[in-house]
């Protein structure tokens, strides 16, 4: 059993940054990959980024990629999600995610363990 709790969330302007954080519970968080979806107000939830057990092979959606960061501290059983020059189609809700499998999966089905969301807003 993971517990994944997010944080970092807020109102930003277009243009700007945030870190959002996903602080894992328990000893096997080296042993999941960690992903990153959002769903946006009346979408379904879509895939951000993905990050490999060792943390060594990264993944994004085209939206996102250039922009975002995804990265992991197994020492603080903790992945983050560095956003820069967001856009007001970035506000969603956030979430992280927890794959026991290895392969490179997007679908949120693959996905074993999920937390509660943070809210992003980007104004224009």
């Not at 602080?23 to 379904?44: D, H, N, V």
């Not at 392969?103 to 949120?108: C, D, F, K, N």
């Amino acid at each position: 059993q993971v517990q994944l709790v997010e944080s970092g969330g807020g109102l930003v302007q277009a243009g700007g940054s945030l870190r959002l954080s996903c602080a894992a519970s328990g000893r096997t968080f080296s042993k999941y990959a960690m992903g990153w979806f959002r769903q946006a107000p009346g979408k379904e939830r879509e895939f951000v980024a993905r990050i490999s057990r060792s943390g060594g092979i990264t993944y994004y959606a085209d939206s996102v990629k250039g922009r975002f960061t995804i990265s992991r501290d197994s020492a603080k059983n903790t992945v983050y999600l560095q956003m820069n020059s967001l856009k007001p189609e970035d506000t969603a809700v956030y979430y992280c995610a927890a794959d026991r499998g290895v392969q490179l999966v997007t679908r949120e089905g693959a996905y074993d363990y999920w937390g509660q969301g943070t809210q992003v807003t980007v104004s224009s």
